[in-house]
């Protein structure tokens, strides 16, 4: 089976759309920017649909939520389950609840432990981690280049270390760094924040009282990104002497853009991965072939091509 989609095909399978159906979907945290962008895509999608009802829960950040709302969805007999996972790495469990009951599991987002060993009536749809942090950290090492910079140090803000984004961003960063052409920047602190933006202010707030010295911070998403421009600017550091981005080009990230505080974010077309979860779950709900993976592309964001984002996420 192939393990990417074409765009014609990507195009298909979000195109599906039919008969009387009810899935049940476990959100890992409904208090989160993209994820909220994520979920209303699949509601907005939908309720576009014919006999299409979705059930949406909010696991809080809780993996032993999330896995009783899955055991709850298969005791009411959903005809399938959209999960973006809490904890990656507890997926196998999850995967094995559905398909011991027959039914269809859709991971969206968040890339699953066992995605190359999912059972046939399971996929995943998300975009490629492999394009996030390495689109990311080119810009940020072309702007440092760009202001002169020969020698350049620079602060990673990680996500939940128990997430495959957050780790895979991460190595992406370092995979840049480790090139020729940007061998130049050197990491000199790295945390997680969690994905946080209060978080990531108060990890910057520590960093600049104890007086680190960096050219470039190089955030796992755009509320950490927002977090560290926050304390930068309550510390009253011009904002022209420091590269910052982020991931998944959020409205409140892209207004950060348009104000002249956030350098670079990538976006994530998180409505786009919504739709293809539920036309994805649809698909296998009534029998039909899909691809185990559905990617869906990362694009490059800066200001100059703010302008063609402001009204996608």
Known sequence: MKR?????????????????????????LFDDNFLTVLRNGMGDHAASLDDVTLQIEDAQNDVGKQLNQIQNFVASGVDAIIVNPVDTDATVAMS??????????VYVNREPVNVDDLPENQAFVASDERESGTLQTQEVCRLLKEAGKTEAKAIVLMGELSNQAARMRTQDIKDVI????????QIVEEQTANWQRTQAADLMTNWITSGLEFDAVISNNDEMAIGAIQALKSAGRPMDDIIIG?????????????????????FQNAAGQGQGAVDTALKLARGEDVE??????FELVTPANLADYQARN
């Open 292 to 297: 185990t993976k559905v990617y869906v592309p």
């Open 246 to 266: 982020g991931i998944d080009a959020t409205q409140d990230a892209l207004a950060a853009m348009e104000a002249g505080d956030l350098d670079v974010t990538v």
């Open 4 to 28: 990417l989609l074409t765009a014609t095909a990507i195009c298909a399978v979000m195109g599906t759309a039919a008969q009387a159906e009810n899935i049940g979907v476990s959100m890992a």
């Open 96 to 105: 094995q609840a559905a398909s011991d009951a027959g039914i269809p599991l």
């Open 178 to 185: 480790a090139t020729p052409d940007c061998s130049f920047i």
